[in-house]
């Protein structure tokens, strides 16, 4: 099991990077909107893994619900599986509670699903099919 | 920057270990607890990095009120840095607000300070200074 990225929820992305840019040192790889999920996400490279800054393009878009909930923050943690569909047979009767028994599509049209917070310790949790 | 570690909030690291053992197949390296943090903390390896759970062993641990206020959930990210000490000094001025000016103990005597999530938009930041 790998990280593959934190989501981090944010009012603007542009205010954020100047925290994470200046303040942290970090470098912003790319800026991507994904429309089906309402959210505009920029990509800053960790190591292995990446933050991701997710900004609400839509009131309906969850991030915008859950800033309106919790305000700014650590929204969810994306770890990489090698094969998602078997991942997700293997977690039923753990008692993680699968968000999308279909897996989904993600950044770079990755197949993603999202796992219950309340069956995960409060973390949400996406698993993301590592591309080999 | 790396990431050195995701500090998770958890009422009991046994119950939560269950979760991210059988659920999600991490391991874990070992458990310890620190004594003036008034933490107990898990540690389970993921790649470079690696995920804490974080378990308060005294009401006035700030695991605890962490709990109190929010419930179970991601609790901090920290960074490591190759000096922690001069890496403060260049954080004077960016806007980020740090909590320790002087670095603290962490796990295994390694050299910490936190920086404040209201500075970080809502994320609470902890360096460590890398051991080389």
């Not at 429309?35 to 969850?62: C, F, N, W």
């Not at 599986?81 to 993680?96: D, I, Q």
Request: hydrophobic share 40%; aromatic share 4%.
């Amino acid at each position: 099991m790998r990280l593959d990225h934190i989501g981090i929820a944010v009012h603007s992305i542009e205010k954020a990077l100047k925290t994470y840019q200046s303040g942290l040192g970090l470098s912003l790889s790319d800026i991507v909107t994904i429309e089906h999920q309402k959210v505009r996400v920029a990509v800053m490279p960790l190591g292995e893994s990446s933050i991701e800054l997710l900004e609400p393009t839509d009131p309906i878009s969850p991030i915008r619900k859950f800033l309106d909930k919790r305000g700014e923050g650590i929204h969810h943690l994306c770890f990489k599986v090698s094969n998602l569909a078997e991942k997700l047979k293997e977690l039923k009767g753990t008692g993680l509670q699968i968000l999308d028994s279909i897996p989904c599509q993600g950044l770079e049209n990755r197949k993603i699903a999202f796992l219950h917070p309340k069956s995960a310790h409060g973390v949400l949790i996406e698993l993301v099919e590592e591309e080999l």
